[in-house]
């Protein structure tokens, strides 16, 4: 009988906390080590961003346009025992998406299909420190930030160069009181020491199964997936985004600007943007997905037409 289990690592946290820049370190780390390793991506989007970033030769499922707590959390069971099946691996790292209630994503890696398969090892959930001290969003945002933290092993403090001191001093004593057995890590861009990170991955027990906020439907996140195209200018596609009406939590996707052939990969949230070239390892068109509350899916096409 074969009793290896492969280990689980979560990475929750709301949209633009930084999981995508931390996995991409943890899967570098692994590979340093020579474990094989799989990752599980959920994004709200009809198209996946974030998945372009992972080595082209890693084992990747997406589960797309919906969340794991309520539209597809039946597919994550299926495509955890997919990936199971069709490789050796020593861990898989579940992405989900920011608006997951880890709860959910916990009770479908413990499906009779495969949980005995499987070794929960960590939830570990990001919080971005400027976005938690403006204290922006709806009741029913913060209310599935705090539970995202209370529910962590670990708790990753990112984004603390975006605050005074005095600042992250506080949302780190609020941390705490949410959640004080979770180990609490402070960095920027997501840059933790990694072995440090693994020492404390040590997920014990099954949170109770209490009644979450639907992540789409309750919270009214809206998600738009909209073709780039034809390239822009970088000038006024910046500033075209800052400027779109409603709450956009994220907004991510790649484009190509008419300075040059070459394509980026984009990111912006809680006011903050940024541009990296993107080496092409998979097909990939200009696209972007943007996740917000009160948007206007006309105005934000037409506004983008005009560029």
Excluded at 135 to 145: C, D, E, F, H
Excluded at 189 to 212: C, G, M
Excluded at 220 to 248: A, D, M
Aim: proline residues 4%; contains cysteine.
């Amino acid at each position: 009988m074969n009793n290896h289990r492969t280990e689980i690592y979560m990475l929750s946290g709301f949209l633009g906390s930084g999981k995508s820049t931390l996995l991409r370190q943890l899967l570098q780390k692994e590979q340093e080590i020579g474990r094989n390793v799989a990752v599980l991506m959920n994004e709200l989007g009809e198209k996946s961003i974030d998945s372009a970033v992972i080595p082209a030769n890693t084992p990747l499922k997406e589960l797309l346009n919906g969340c794991i707590c309520c539209t597809i959390q039946g597919q994550l069971s299926q495509q955890l025992d997919h990936l199971l099946k069709e490789n050796e691996l020593d861990a898989i790292y579940v992405e989900v998406t920011g608006a997951a209630h880890p709860v959910d994503v916990i009770e479908a890696c413990t499906h009779p299909f495969i949980a005995d398969k499987l070794n929960i090892k960590a939830v570990i959930t990001l919080v971005d420190a400027k976005q938690w001290n403006d204290k922006k969003g709806s009741i029913k945002v913060k209310k599935l930030m705090k539970e995202q933290v209370k529910y962590a092993d670990i708790v990753v403090l990112n984004k603390i160069d975006k605050v005074s001191t005095s600042e992250q001093k506080a949302v780190n004593q609020t941390l705490k009181e949410i959640n004080p057995k979770a180990s609490i890590f402070h960095c920027a861009y997501a840059n933790i020491s990694l072995s440090e990170l693994f020492s404390k991955t040590n997920h014990s027990s099954l949170p109770s199964a209490e009644r979450k906020a639907h992540a789409v439907e309750d919270l009214h996140l809206h998600s738009l997936t909209l073709p780039l195209p034809q390239p822009v200018s970088r000038l006024k596609f910046s500033q075209w985004i800052k400027k779109i009406e409603g709450n956009v939590f994220r907004m991510k996707g790649f484009v190509i600007f008419t300075s040059g052939p070459e394509m980026f990969l984009f990111n912006y949230s809680h006011g903050g943007l940024t541009f990296e070239k993107y080496q092409q390892d998979r097909d990939i068109d200009p696209l972007l997905v943007i996740i917000g509350e009160d948007l206007d899916e006309n105005k934000i096409k037409g506004g983008l037409q005009k560029l």
